[in-house]
């Protein structure tokens, strides 16, 4: 799902303007649809740096995911019309990823996981994960280990090994 700018002329003035589409990118087969999913017009009030983060929340929000991090509140906002725009436009979309989104919460264990089939997933969305993982790793980090600790009872211990080899070679004088 992205955001195309499109632009026209006018026939009637010759004035140019720009629309703007959401717009989802299917395989069908061996080849690659776009189908305009919603025409906001031409006065789009998001800026395009922010176009990806904007649709990246209104995916989440169609399958029913929660937000891992905190977005600009202008940004969830206007993710949260679009989502809801789109649900009312095609009840069936809604229903069917609300019955595959519940299902696919229920059924999820380890056991699930590692018996997956990622090669199957989509790399695009793997890779944009990645990155907003990345972003956010030492917050992530520090509350995985807050976490841990918790719940096994660690206490915390450091331990530092020196794994450095040191090895001289060569012809000593005598």
């Known amino acids: 799902m992205y ?62 995911q929660r937000s891992l991090f905190s977005l600009e509140s202008d940004i969830e906002t206007e993710a949260q019309r679009i989502a809801k725009k789109l649900m009312g436009r095609n009840r069936e979309y809604a229903a069917v990823h609300e019955e595959q989104a519940e299902s696919d919460y229920r059924t999820v264990d380890v056991d699930t996981l590692q018996s997956s089939n990622f090669d199957q997933c989509n790399l695009d969305r793997m890779y944009r994960v990645s990155d907003k ?28 090994y020196d794994l450095t080899n040191t090895f001289f070679e060569g012809t000593a004088r005598a």
């Open 133 to 160: 993982l990345l972003k956010d790793k030492d917050i992530l980090e520090a509350h995985l280990f807050n976490r841990e600790s918790l719940l096994f009872n660690l206490d915390c211990t450091i331990t530092l």
């Open 3 to 64: 955001i195309r700018q499109t632009t026209t002329q006018r026939k009637s003035d010759g004035t140019i303007y720009h629309t703007y589409r959401l717009v989802e990118s299917t395989r069908i087969e061996n080849k690659v649809r776009q189908h305009t999913l919603l025409n906001p017009g031409s006065q789009y009030p998001v800026p395009r740096e922010q176009w990806g983060v904007l649709t990246d929340r209104v995916d989440d929000i169609l399958h029913h």
